[in-house]
């Protein structure tokens, strides 16, 4: 005797609500990145590194007198006193710039919107995870790069400097690289190509902005405005002047480039990093991506 047939009925679909539909995409950026072999080769060399600011310290090492915590936190936050921006950037670059492009360069937009419930909870997705795998590196690398330091200068018997006076910049550069992170996304979402943004941050913050600063005091009304180019004031925002010595502040003017105090640059700051990555939403939510 043939049982009688039983109707079951479909599934009732699942509501998924904005924060889980967040969250799931969050997962999904960070498992996207964890998979990639680069990723992990990346982080090993940042890492290496970090390691070598210890014994990088005994080329210029006074024995008698302790590093100043101005010094310190610039050479934690990888010379951007120097070098312009930390070089630590150029890292970064490269894991800033690729969840974009994977997407709108090379075709995969489609796939990932339809994984993770939508464009623009993809893109505010990259943004959380950049900005967090940005200041994730830099936190992990001054926390390395200290107790390296801390470890060399015990062995050969130098005083340590003042950690506690450290501690601020430090977590300035972290909140900086978070900030470059978002700017290395934002770009690339703008001009829907991956080598001019990585162009235009090694160029425009070592060169480019110095320039048009120069040319910007040749033109009567605009001579300050160089203190507030983005990277002047990014600049700014990692060294605080005051800090050095008498003997050093003058070279560390020149360096800077700004006349902006820290606060009032870590503000301007972040509002060019916001309006940036807001122009990226913008362009990232609204126009169409290639089918690959």
């Known amino acids: 005797m043939t049982a009688p047939l039983t109707h079951t009925p479909p599934p009732v679909p699942r509501t998924v609500t904005a924060g889980e539909a967040f969250r799931n995409a969050c997962r999904y950026e960070w498992r996207h990145l964890a998979a990639l072999r680069s990723t992990w080769v990346l982080l090993g060399v940042v890492a290496a590194l970090s390691l070598l600011t210890g014994p990088?310290?005994?080329?210029?090492?006074?024995?008698?007198?302790?590093?100043?915590?101005?010094?310190?936190?610039?050479?934690?936050?990888?010379?951007?006193?120097?070098?312009?921006?930390?070089?630590?950037?150029?890292?970064?670059?490269?894991?800033?710039?690729?969840?974009?492009?994977?997407?709108?360069?090379?075709?995969?937009?489609?796939?990932?919107?339809?994984?993770?419930?939508?464009?623009?909870?993809?893109?505010?997705?990259?943004?959380?995870?950049?900005?967090?795998?940005?200041?994730?590196?830099?936190?992990?690398?001054?926390?390395?790069?200290?107790?390296?330091?801390?470890?060399?200068?015990?062995?050969?018997?130098?005083?340590?400097?003042?950690?506690?006076?450290?501690?601020?910049?430090?977590?300035?550069?972290?909140?900086?690289?978070?900030?470059?992170?978002?700017?290395?996304?934002?770009?690339?979402?703008?001009?829907?190509?991956?080598?001019?943004?990585?162009?235009?941050?090694?160029l425009w913050p070592v060169l480019g902005e110095r320039l048009a600063g120069l040319l910007l005091g040749y033109v009567p009304g605009l001579g300050g405005v160089s203190d507030w180019l983005p990277f002047a004031t990014g600049r700014a925002m990692l060294t605080d002047v005051s800090a050095f010595t008498a003997k050093d502040r003058s070279f560390a003017e020149v360096m800077v480039g700004s006349d902006l105090s820290t606060p009032v640059a870590l503000v301007v700051y972040l509002l060019y990093t916001a309006a940036l990555t807001a122009a990226g939403y913008w362009s990232y939510s609204r126009r169409e991506a290639p089918t690959g």
């Open 56 to 202: 990088g310290l005994l080329f210029d090492l006074d024995r008698a007198r302790a590093v100043s915590a101005a010094s310190m936190a610039d050479t934690l936050a990888w010379a951007p006193m120097a070098t312009q921006i930390p070089t630590l950037c150029f890292f970064v670059l490269i894991l800033g710039t690729g969840p974009v492009s994977t997407d709108l360069v090379r075709g995969a937009a489609r796939t990932t919107w339809l994984a993770v419930n939508g464009r623009r909870t993809a893109y505010l997705a990259k943004a959380a995870v950049g900005f967090l795998v940005g200041a994730g590196v830099a936190a992990t690398s001054a926390l390395v790069g200290a107790v390296s330091a801390a470890v060399v200068l015990t062995a050969s018997g130098a005083p340590q400097p003042a950690w506690g006076e450290v501690l601020p910049p430090v977590l300035r550069f972290v909140l900086w690289m978070g900030c470059w992170a978002l700017l290395c996304l934002a770009l690339v979402a703008l001009l829907r190509n991956r080598i001019m943004p990585v162009l235009i941050l090694c």
